[in-house]
């Protein structure tokens, strides 16, 4: 296994301290058997962005794990900012364990914030596995720009932004690019980054992000053709809880380093403190696979078991790093944790946050 994910493992076990004085048990043996049983994976998204392709590398190898080798398939269910199909997940799934959801922080946001579409409660559900990430920042050739280094020719650039939405994952970029003072268009209503991306591609906006899986597979050829600039990741979390460089992208300056590059300062103050609240609920705690609540513990034990025991297949280890990047994916307390710090934020930071969305984007969402 590539030792950077040992990075995002040491803040996961950092974090899942409190979950192990809570007693949170870890996988046991499993018991439940789904021969001849199909597995469907909700994912709340459009077909090509990171939620899809993470799950779509998964399946397989769940199938392979999971007792009985059940068929997996992912059924993409995109609409709401992904709470179309976490809804319905909610309102239909059985405790059978034939219906899991993956979510995204794009699923974590509405939920923080208050989004009436919002018809789900975390707390009602079960984790079986989570999945840190990171994602880069991009931009179109036509802006001038060669690489990182030139980021501040943004400055006088009028951006347009493809967005699934203000309660969506893309409020971290929303976030952030104000920060740096970018003049930055965001227009909402995307189904999901993958077709944010496309957007990009078809020349209709100019600059986009994607998570690390997705960017991997569908952006980076476009920068090998020339078709786009990286300029920066959002970065991972060290052992002090510090914003550094993705292990996955060390060429690229992370969002801490861009800023500085752009006002010769750290960035502070309660802008950034927002931003850093959605970033580590959004990216470190990003990706998370949930049963429904009343699902029996075998069940869960025998999805926990699966997640860990394809972590040593050859083929998982042959092609992770290059298809999800340098990120753990981790069960029981590490994954307990993680979806604790994925799914809290504080008051104070939701009530900046939605006062900001309310005032200058017309976004008012209940309490």
């Known amino acids: 296994m590539n030792t950077n994910f040992n990075i995002t493992r ?5 974090l899942a301290v409190g979950a192990m004085a809570l007693g949170v048990a870890g996988p046991a043996a499993a018991e439940a058997n789904f021969s001849g049983k199909t597995v469907e994976w909700i994912i709340p998204f459009s077909a090509g962005g990171g939620s899809d392709t993470w799950a779509r590398f998964n399946a397989p190898l769940l199938s392979k794990y999971l007792p009985g080798n059940p068929v997996v398939v992912v059924v ?3 609409g709401g900012g992904s709470t179309k199909g976490t809804n319905l997940f909610a309102a239909r799934a059985k405790p059978d364990g034939l219906t899991i959801l ?28 989570a999945s840190p990430t990171g994602g880069v920042v991009y931009t179109s050739p036509s802006l001038g720009l060669n690489g990182p280094e030139d ?21 971290v970029p929303l976030l952030g690019f104000r920060l740096m003072d970018f003049d930055v268009q965001h227009v909402f209503g995307f189904k999901g980054r993958g077709d944010g991306r496309l957007a990009f591609e078809r020349g209709e906006v100019n600059i986009d992000y994607q998570t690390s899986s997705a960017y991997l597979k569908s952006v980076q050829p476009l920068v090998d053709a020339g078709q786009a600039v990286p300029l920066f990741s959002w970065g991972v979390l060290n052992e002090a809880g510090e914003v550094v460089r993705d292990p996955t992208f060390p ?7 861009a800023y500085e590059t752009l006002t010769g300062a750290a960035p502070s103050g309660p802008e950034y403190d927002a931003y850093f609240a959605f970033f580590t609920a959004g990216f470190p705690a990003q990706k998370m696979v949930f049963l429904p609540g009343e699902t029996p ?21 042959a092609n992770a790093d290059t298809v999800l990047g340098a990120y753990g994916q981790v069960t029981g307390v590490l994954a307990q944790a993680l979806f604790e710090k994925g799914t809290t934020i504080t008051p104070e930071i939701r009530a900046q946050v939605t006062g900001m969305l ?3 984007y017309g976004v008012k969402l209940g309490e």
Do not use: H
């Open 10 to 14: 040491r803040v996961a076990l950092g």
């Open 76 to 78: 993409n269910e995109p």
């Open 102 to 129: 993956g979510t995204s922080g794009s699923t974590q946001f509405p939920y923080l914030l208050g989004d009436p579409r919002v018809r789900y409660e975390y707390k009602d559900w079960k984790i079986a596995m």
């Open 151 to 171: 980021i501040a020719m943004l400055k006088d650039k009028n951006l347009v932004y493809a967005s699934q939405g203000a309660t969506s994952l893309d409020l």
């Open 251 to 257: 060429d690229l300056p992370s969002f801490v380093e």
């Open 297 to 317: 513990d075998e069940i869960v034990d025998a999805y926990q078991k699966a997640f860990e025991d394809m972590k040593a297949d050859p083929d998982y280890q």
């Open 358 to 360: 309310a005032a200058e």
